[in-house]
């Protein structure tokens, strides 16, 4: 996170570091013990439920405007996890939500509803996240709009930053304001998983849901899955994982029309840490004894500058035995200087063997003010030079930087390592797409680092993974 954040954002994750007490991390949280799926949103849920301790992952203020040119590189910048566009400091939370809508709300199929609601007090600049129960039946946006789009009874889930809930209900009726309206069978021209990516312990169990157009049509469906090592998928949808790996399950009408939903199947949850010079001097020994799993170290920013205690950190994870992987912090401006500066990462680690991912870190407000094509021109220019030496390369991002200025076509390629600060739910509220890695907090407390540290979580063996693989000098 950027250094000048440290002191602002107050509410994030607090439930997550009174994991850590004040003898440090000897064992994280185990909040992600019993999730069977994590960004599925069938999990049971009380109208009063606990609470999310996530900061906002919303736009903020103004931000400064490069106009494309390069701006001067600042170190105090050049930090994993400094979403200072991306998230807004609430100073005055929501005692309440009210709605300003029925509670209980009939709405035609393939018709919109407005979500509207009010806080007390009035001036409070709190925010929500919605909670979508029944994914086949309505779809919602981060916005509060729902679209109707399968016919039953749906509820969303409104939340402020506090915890404050409000549920709102839909029946999803005919064009004839029929209730009992149900699906026919029909020619049908496109289907999607309502869920894109999913992720799923091994031994658990996640049906899926499927959106058929046009809306109220139907058609029989037949599954498949890309490695059924890894996931398996029965004829009516229902998807089991067997053990640790990624798979894609295709659901496929007689006519050939099909969609596809990309599955990350676990065994366990390592957890980690993510560090630069801004944790000073870190006991190692004390951090290897921690709880500890990985650790993920800054090694570069910009095309010329070096973390000043990028061996320090590493020689202190080989010392003590803890993986570790490298992220460099990207300037670039055009695909030519993305090229220069993976390069320039790459000289600074050529030396080292690490077990996980060789990270770009891509989020300085200035590329919200370019195109997507630019943007994802970049990404693919840097991870070109990355892989093309041999290594195994990652992105790191917030969802909402994803969403506004990247292809997220192009950014399947590659494996995506996600910062959103908060609990499973808001995650899932708001990104939809794969991940291996999740940051997850930004005020974690470890002992051997004094002050803040990153806290991460890791849903794949990359160790294993690399060094079958062979990437990495390994």
Not at 299 to 321: A, I, P
Not at 368 to 375: D, I, L, Y
């Amino acid at each position: 996170m950027k250094k000048n954040l440290f002191g602002r954002i107050i509410g994030a994750a607090l439930s997550v570091c009174m994991a850590f007490g004040s003898a440090g991390l000897t064992v994280f949280a185990e909040e992600l013990e019993d999730v069977d799926t994590i960004m599925s949103d069938d999990a049971d849920l009380t109208e009063d439920g606990e609470a999310s301790d996530a900061d906002a992952d919303t736009d903020g203020g103004e931000q400064d405007n490069f106009d494309g040119e390069a701006p001067a590189v600042e170190d105090d910048n050049a930090v994993a996890g400094g979403f200072d566009s991306d998230y807004h400091e609430v100073t005055l939370p929501a005692r309440s939500i009210r709605l300003k809508v029925s509670q209980t709300n009939n709405i035609e199929i393939g018709k919109t509803f407005q979500i509207k609601y009010a806080f007390t007090p009035l001036k409070s600049d709190d925010y929500v996240t919605y909670r979508n129960f029944n994914k086949s039946v309505v779809k919602v946006d981060q916005d509060g709009l729902v679209t109707a789009v399968g016919y039953g009874e749906a509820k969303v889930q409104l939340e402020t930053s506090g915890g404050r809930k409000k549920n709102v209900y839909f029946v999803v009726t005919g064009s004839d304001g029929d209730v009992e309206a149900e699906p026919e069978r029909g020619e049908v021209t496109d289907i999607e998983f309502a869920d894109s990516f999913i992720m799923l312990r091994a031994g658990k169990s996640f049906k899926t849901d499927v959106i058929y157009y046009p809306l109220g049509l139907y058609a029989d469906l037949t599954y498949s899955s890309s490695d059924t090592s890894v996931a398996r998928v029965s004829a009516d949808g229902k998807i089991t994982g067997v053990s640790a790996g990624s798979a894609v399950i295709t659901a496929r009408t007689e006519n050939g029309v099909k969609t596809e939903m990309s599955v990350t199947v676990y065994d366990d949850i390592l957890r980690g840490i993510d560090v630069s010079k801004w944790q000073g001097n870190i006991d190692w020994k004390k951090v290897s004894v921690s709880g500890v799993d990985f650790v993920m170290i800054r090694s570069s920013f910009g095309s010329e500058h070096t973390d000043e205690m990028l061996d320090r950190n590493v020689k202190g994870c080989e010392k003590y035995g803890i993986p570790y992987g490298f992220y460099h912090y990207t300037y670039a401006t055009t695909p030519a200087e993305a090229r220069r500066e993976a390069k320039y990462f790459l000289k600074q680690i050529k030396d080292y063997n690490p077990e996980y991912p060789i990270v770009l870190d891509i989020e300085e407000s200035f590329y919200k003010e370019m195109s997507r094509k630019q943007v994802t021109d970049i990404i693919v220019a840097f991870m070109e030079v990355v892989e093309n030496a041999g290594y195994y390369g990652m992105v790191y991002n917030s969802p909402n930087f994803i969403k506004a200025c990247i292809n997220e076509k192009t950014l399947k390629k590659y494996d995506i390592w996600i910062a959103c600060w908060g609990d499973e739910d808001r995650l899932a509220a708001l990104y939809d797409g794969h991940y291996g890695i999740w940051q997850y907090s930004s005020t974690g407390r470890v002992n051997g680092i004094n002050g803040d540290v990153d806290l991460d979580y890791s849903y794949k063996d990359y160790a294993s993974i690399i060094r079958k693989g062979g990437y990495n000098n390994l």
